[in-house]
């Protein structure tokens, strides 16, 4: 089995994408185990961030990486956190919560809506000259309060009114089936299983 990077020190999220790409030929190794930093996200879009991690784990490592950048983007916020979504308040994941429901005290039920996404990127190498790139979405709407011990993030203000609950208070199987992070993975997937083989 080829080992591949994932350039994240999330623990929740290298659980998660262990889980979706579990059962191809590849071991999804974290980078902490390469001593990797986490490298600066400068990029100005989703794609420019995962793409910078990625490339930093590469060169670090000398073997293919795997990096995702996600995000929250609310409506009635003109798309904020957006990209800025894991370092909103400053202070982490908790924080980050309690900043925007705040922020969102006095909005109505139906201005509420919010989406998720996900950008995945893999390359086979630091100079990679044309990365996989595949993006999953989920829509949602913020909900009033935290509720949910399941996930991390935003997971616990993210309400899902066809499933009259939080994506923290869904069961693992379910949300791998929907969230916006399966909906990437789930893609580069399909090309690990028919493509990356000719490539590493």
Request: glycine fraction near 6%; charged fraction near 20%; charge should be negative.
């Amino acid at each position: 089995m080829s080992n591949i990077v994932l350039a994240s020190s999330n623990p929740g999220k290298l659980h998660e994408i262990q889980q979706l790409l579990e059962n191809t030929d590849y071991t999804i190794v974290p980078q902490s185990e390469y001593d990797v930093i986490d490298a600066d996200e400068t990029g100005l879009t989703y794609v420019e961030n995962a793409i910078i991690k990625a490339r930093n784990a590469c060169a670090v490592t000398q073997l293919p990486s795997i990096a995702d950048d996600s995000g929250l983007s609310v409506n009635a916020l003109g798309g904020e956190p957006g990209i800025h979504s894991a370092r909103y308040s400053g202070h982490g994941a908790e924080a980050n919560n309690v900043k925007l429901l705040a922020a969102m005290r006095d909005i109505s039920d139906e201005q509420r809506l919010a989406r998720y996404y996900c950008i995945c990127v893999f390359m086979q190498h630091e100079k990679d000259p044309c990365p996989i790139i595949c993006q999953g979405t989920w829509d949602g709407v913020i909900a009033h309060e935290v509720k949910g011990k399941n996930g991390f993030g935003y997971d616990p203000i993210f309400y899902l009114p066809e499933q009259k609950c939080t994506v923290a208070e869904l069961a693992n199987e379910v949300k791998q089936s929907l969230s916006h992070r399966a909906k990437a993975f789930m893609q580069l997937r399909e090309f690990m299983s028919s493509s990356v083989t000719s490539v590493i």
